[in-house]
């Protein structure tokens, strides 16, 4: 990692740089017109139903009629509930494979299929299209022909002379086959990677050639930190996205989280609360318990992203 | 663009040379190890094309059975589930098509508006979002950053009811407005942080460079940040594309009169999960629908790969 | 900085006009629509929502034309969807204030709403419900006021299939007298007998209108008339026994495959797919089950209607038509739920498509032109008549949960996680606090 360390003081001290500190003079007024835009959404759309799900949260509010204040009684309900708690365990373990293996093998992908070889666009498009059909109800039933009784799995496992099983249907393994969909749709963080790899400058690759290094050095050096902030990226928003996985348990369990819970999100169990049950109150108590959770879990990553990630900037 | 070429390169050669002579230096210093294959190129290559074609077949057989799914009849899809169809079924496309109360193109369309608009918006707004974030040195960055990143940690079902009340009140229920506004005003954080991300990538003293030729922000942004982030801004036109043609929930929500459905909502409407369902006129839509996504996929990806390495830098 | 000050404070003062909105989403507005005495009537807008496929929206907007023909100031905008979405989209859209005027209802969720004040009573509007069966009108009528009335009726029962039976040599049931006991007996043999290439039967745990049938042939019901649980554990504990007993003996797949099966609605059911010779579902399921299976299939009574003290099968409304509470025009909305179910016009488009018509005119007049499976429902339907006691009362406020505690459980059961005593304990406890709060 040599080589990085001399990147980033290379980056250091053009920080330092006098006329870095001029250029930054002024720019507030150039913010405001850059983020106007943005700030317009934040206040006229994004805050307002921020603000009343909080409200919400401390309310009794069943959709059908107006809410009624109930103080922390929601919150203090959330401490009580054992199927509240089921779903953390279920979204948890979620989280913990299902993201850094999609982001793995999105990242070996890109990496194949960045250059240097015949049709790979053709590739590229082939090993997108599933996560073209992202929550579409036919994925749903495809799944569970996949991964049934009778499904594809386990005529190929009958080839070897192994029995299998329902593994959408039992609860012990639910979860892991929710786990492969999501690796399966591996496109979208696999053409961030691409684009990211498109951004490194070729200089660096022509000079680490000239000096004799290899593909494995090359990779070390300059493609695995310079990529660092796309890694990070997809990183934390993977995280922020598989936290609220919703679509996909949503379609295969057929909205129930079945069987027996196994693939109860988070989420999933919110939307329950909150359009079957009728307890918006709860719903919003439950949305901010899991903000809570998952600022925690994004605050982690950028403080660990200090002694792993790599801004040429 | 071809600005940018002539303006660029000389200032570049200073930062860029002085890196790859420390690379270098500690190449120098490092052993002599050459990474070579045991096998001739022609023989690896060989072996990646059939490992690629491998997976391809992996990824690609659900897609096979819902194609082949969507030529058989009905009543056969759930008793047959083998790949090869019996025979070449063309009605469930024509029912399909013409089953609903509009003829199916009239879904597409309303999907096509509402991606188009919030393509504009997200390619627009969320850039300038995330020039300012990315290079602009303000009061209270920080926070405003994490405001954003929190606007997508709140999940959308306790987001949607107060957001429908809004936009009732706005009388926008049963328009696109409640479905493009928000992204003219650059709401989805997702691509402003892409973008950031991005934008931090591209060296400062390209800027830096511009700057001293009496460029402002504004052609910062222009002629620098966009043209060299077009492998970021193409994945965001994809998947905003993409996303926005599949998004079905908020789409359910706020349109209401059949005319105004898009691919999705039309899609679910063929469903009746107490009753007997339409699959193979749904199959045969879901066809038809992606039809315009791969298209939209196959036409961005060309614009993926132009990164810097084609942009005139080196 | 300035700017993004001001907008913060403007985004605060949005919030809380939104949480004001939130506030009154629920308070009524002025009921209005004075019918116009004289004069030609003023154009009107209502709209109507329901849920179904393709097949239900065409017909029913082929119904809608009618009724414009017949009333062209009433102008009736459609708004559909699939059943997995309605209930999202209608409670948003009740919350927003912005309630379609006529509201398609589920038997689950009438309590729900009514009780809310989101709907308004038919008989206040004047509806004319002369021609429908009493005890089909009960069924949409708490505290004396009719929140919603049935656009047709179906019966709980057992899709049977003769040849699977055939191909096991084992004969038909009489389902008028046959047992609890002969219908696991029957299921294990069937099983057997086939090697297992064929299933006896479905396991029937999931729904809970099964158990509801179950307890009312001892006497005692799901619900009660004051919105409280009305059988004893022991009963439930059995009615899962019954389903271990098939388990065991082969007569239903196990507890994996019965998920799967489950999972895959009506058309991917062991009889829909031709490895199954029973499976419990509704009387207007059978079209659906009928065409995926490719042959000529039976409806029987469930078992033990005549075991114990009573029969415990009722006729359950397909659906509800009912009006919001809030519509700006309850009169044309009325209107069109009287044209709906009360003319032979509609009924005649509309056949059996929600049901068995509930208007016993309509029924007669239009029975004829019924599709062979649909003829079949209605007669098996008319030969339970004279059997059929009473109709359970509309199930309490929450009960669009008990959908999903009943499937939940049962897997646990099915899967040997709770036995079931312990079962029908939680299974109390759950569905206590589902409908108490």
Not at chain 2, 97 to 110: G, K, T
Not at chain 2, 112 to 119: D, F, K, N, T, Y
Not at chain 2, 144 to 171: E, N
Not at chain 2, 295 to 306: E, H, I, S
Request: hydrophobic share 45%; aromatic share 12%; with cysteine.
């Amino acid at each position: 990692m040599s080589v990085v360390t001399e990147l980033r003081k290379t980056a250091k001290g053009a920080k330092a740089a006098p006329s870095r500190r001029g250029l930054r003079n002024g720019d507030g007024k150039a913010a405001a017109v850059f983020l106007l835009p943005w700030f317009l959404g934040l206040g006229l759309i994004t805050i307002g139903p921020m603000i009343a799900s909080g409200y919400l949260s401390f309310t009794d509010y069943n959709l059908l009629q107006p809410p009624q204040w109930t103080g922390l009684e929601n919150y203090t309900r959330l401490f009580e509930d054992p199927r509240l708690l089921n779903s953390l365990r279920v979204t948890f373990t979620y989280v913990f494979t299902a993201v850094p293996l999609q982001l793995l093998a999105a990242l070996a992908l890109a990496l194949i299929l960045d250059r240097g070889l015949k049709g790979l666009p053709f590739y590229r498009s082939v090993l997108y299209l599933p996560s073209l059909l992202g929550g579409s109800v036919a994925v749903a039933i495809l799944w569970r022909q996949v991964f049934g009784i009778d499904g594809l799995v386990n005529q190929f496992l009958a080839l070897f002379g192994i029995q299998g099983k329902g593994w959408v249907s039992d609860p012990e393994t639910a979860l892991w086959t929710l786990v492969l969909l999501h690796i399966w749709t591996f496109g979208a963080p696999m053409i961030i990677f691409l684009a990211g790899l498109r951004q490194i400058p070729e200089m660096y690759y022509e000079a680490a050639a000239i000096d004799g290094a290899g593909v494995v050095r090359k990779f070390r050096s300059i493609t695995l930190p310079l990529l660092t902030p796309i890694i990070f990226f997809n990183l934390v928003l993977q995280v922020i996205g598989a936290f609220q996985s919703f679509t996909q348990a949503f379609v295969v369990s057929g909205g129930t989280g079945g069987p027996a819970d196994s693939t109860m999100f988070y989420t999933l169990y919110l939307y329950q609360k909150g359009f079957t049950a009728f307890d918006m109150g709860y719903a919003s108590a439950m949305a901010w318990l899991l903000v809570l959770i998952v600022a925690v879990m994004t605050l982690i990553n950028f403080f660990a992203s200090k002694f792993w990630v790599f801004y040429d900037d | 663009m071809t600005e940018v070429h002539v303006r660029t390169t000389p200032t570049d050669a200073t930062p860029s040379s002085s890196s790859a002579q420390r690379i270098s230096a500690l190449a120098d210093e490092a052993p002599p190890v050459r990474y070579r294959s045991p096998w001739p190129d022609r023989r690896r290559a060989a072996l990646k094309h059939l490992g690629l074609i491998a997976l391809c077949a992996l990824m690609l057989y659900p897609l096979v059975w819902l194609l082949v799914s969507s030529f058989k009849p009905t009543d056969l899809i759930f008793r047959d589930v083998s790949l090869i169809p019996s025979e070449v079924d063309w009605t469930n496309y024509s029912e399909g098509w013409n089953a609903l109360q509009y003829p199916f193109s009239r879904y597409l369309m309303n999907s096509a508006i509402i991606v188009l608009g919030s393509l504009l918006g997200n390619l627009v707004a969320c850039s300038m979002a995330a020039y300012a974030f990315a290079r602009l040195e303000f009061r209270g960055r920080k926070l405003w950053f994490a405001v954003m990143l929190m606007s997508i940690m709140l999940p959308i079902h306790v987001i949607i009811v107060p957001q429908y009340i809004l936009f009732a009140k706005l009388d926008w229920i049963n328009t696109f407005l409640p479905l493009i506004v928000p992204k003219l005003l650059a709401t989805d954080a997702f691509f402003i942080f892409l973008m950031v991300q991005f934008f931090r990538g591209i060296p400062r003293e390209l800027d830096e460079a511009a700057r001293l030729d009496g460029c402002g922000h504004g052609r910062i942004y222009l002629r620098i940040m966009l043209p060299l982030s077009l492998p970021a801004l193409a994945t965001t036109a994809i998947f905003t594309f993409i996303w926005t043609w599949n998004d079905f929930f908020s789409q359910l929500i706020f349109l209401v009169r059949p005319d105004m459905y898009t691919a999705p909502v039309a899609l679910r409407t063929f469903l009746d999960s107490t009753g007997a369902s339409s699959w193979g006129p749904m199959f045969a839509m879901s066809i038809v629908s992606l039809i315009p996504v791969f298209l939209a996929f196959l036409f961005g990806q060309k614009y993926l790969v132009k990164g810097i390495a084609t942009t005139g830098i080196k | 900085m300035r700017r993004p000050r001001s907008s913060v404070r403007a985004g605060a003062l949005l919030a809380i006009a939104a949480l004001a909105l939130t506030a009154c989403a629920g308070s009524t507005d002025e009921p209005a629509a004075e019918p116009t005495s004289s004069g030609p009537p003023e154009p009107v807008e209502i709209r109507f929502s329901w849920w179904g496929s393709d097949t239900r929206h065409e017909l029913t907007q082929q119904v809608l034309d009618k009724f414009t023909e017949k009333y062209p100031h009433i102008t009736v905008v459609p708004d559909y969807t699939d059943w997995n979405s309605y209930f999202d989209k209608l409670g948003t859209s009740v919350a927003g204030g912005d309630a379609p005027d006529v509201i398609t209802q589920e038997e689950r969720f009438l309590n729900d709403y009514a009780s809310r004040g989101v709907l308004a009573d038919l008989n206040e509007l004047g509806l004319d419900t002369s021609k429908i069966d009493e005890n089909v009108l009960q069924s949409g009528t708490i505290d004396d006021a009719l929140y919603g009335v049935a656009t047709g009726v179906n019966a709980y029962s057992i899709i049977a299939d003769p040849a699977a039976f055939a191909a096991a040599g084992v004969e038909m049931p009489d389902d008028t007298t046959w047992t609890w006991e002969d219908y696991v007996d029957i299921a294990n043999e069937i099983s057997a007998k086939t090697g297992g290439t064929i299933y006896g039967a479905q396991d029937y745990g999931f729904n809970e209108p099964g158990f509801s049938i179950f307890a009312r042939q001892r006497g005692e019901s799901l619900y009660t008339e004051d919105h409280k649980l009305g059988y004893d554990d022991k009963t439930l504990a059995d009615w899962w026994q019954y389903s271990l007993d098939l388990q065991a003996g082969g007569g239903e797949p196990d507890a994996a495959k019965t998920v799967e099966v489950d999972a895959g609605g009506p058309e991917q059911s062991l009889v829909g797919t031709g490895t199954g010779a029973m499976s419990w579902f509704w009387t207007n399921q059978l079209t659906a089950i009928t065409n995926a299976s490719g042959k000529e299939l039976k409806l029987l009574r469930v078992p033990g209607e005549s075991e114990e003290k009573r029969t415990g099968m009722y006729f359950k409304p397909a659906m509800y038509y009912s009006v919001s509470a809030k519509s700006e025009h309850p009169e044309e909305a009325a209107l069109l739920v009287d044209f709906l179910l009360n003319d032979p016009a509609a009924g005649e488009i509309l056949l059996s498509d929600r049901g068995l018509p509930a208007n016993t005119d309509v029924r007669a007049a239009v029975q004829d032109k019924f599709s062979p499976t649909d003829k079949q429902a209605a007669e098996f339907l008319a030969d339970l008549e004279d059997e059929i006691v009473d109709g359970p009362p509309v199930p309490p406020v929450g009960a669009g949960q008990v959908a999903e505690i009943t499937r939940r459980i049962n897997q646990e059961v099915l899967f040997g996680r709770l036995s079931p005593a312990d079962a029908a304990k939680q299974y109390t406890l759950e569905v206590e606090a589902a409908i108490g709060g």
